[in-house]
């Protein structure tokens, strides 16, 4: 009896993987697809781009952001008129290859009555005194306290002049201490 009924319920459901109404299906999709046309409109012709020789090497280039400084210093007359100006001509020092934000201060240490500000940038360890250089804006330390280091930068603004700038590097404090 259970085998009967196995049978049974196996043919019901291959009688129901039959062709029943596919073939309506079928006819209605051909007609369809006869009747309808594809339409795609034509593409525009594209734009001819027609490159800017420029004519002197000796100009400024245009893209070049030092060019409105230029043109604002020829405009003002001064072109660098505040007598403020940083020494070219000096050797610069290790610390001025690194960008301040690089540069931690995590210390002090005092050498015969001189007081020197312990500098770390990356893993390597510094001791700096008053009057040596460091970053890339022509700074110079001005003043060491126990938290702070003072930096005087000699920057250029927008209209070419060199100004005077006042940073400082303060002391981090260190994560043990932070507990």
Not at 31 to 37: F, H, I, K, R
Not at 50 to 75: G, H, M, T
Not at 159 to 175: A, F, M, P
Request: net charge negative; charged share 25%; hydrophobic share 40%.
């Amino acid at each position: 009896m259970k085998t009967l009924l196995s049978i049974l319920m196996a043919m019901l459901l291959l009688a129901g993987c039959g062709d029943s109404d596919v073939q309506e299906v079928r006819t209605w999709m051909k007609q369809v697809d006869a009747q309808t046309q594809v339409r795609v409109p034509p593409l525009a012709e594209p734009k001819v781009f027609v490159p800017f020789a420029y004519a002197r090497k000796d100009d400024i280039d245009p893209f070049n952001p030092n060019k409105l400084l230029a043109e604002l210093a020829k405009q003002a007359g001064t072109g660098g008129g505040s007598g403020i100006k940083p020494d070219m001509d000096r050797r610069k020092e290790l610390l001025e290859s690194y960008p301040l934000d690089t540069i931690k201060m995590v210390g002090t240490i005092e050498k015969k009555g001189v007081v020197h500000a312990v500098l770390q940038v990356d893993r390597a360890v510094h001791q700096v005194v008053v009057g040596q250089h460091l970053g890339e804006n022509y700074g110079r330390i001005t003043g060491i306290s126990d938290n702070t280091v003072t930096i005087k930068e000699i920057v250029q603004d927008a209209t070419g002049d060199w100004v005077e700038r006042q940073s400082r590097l303060e002391l981090q404090e260190s994560k043990e201490n932070a507990k």
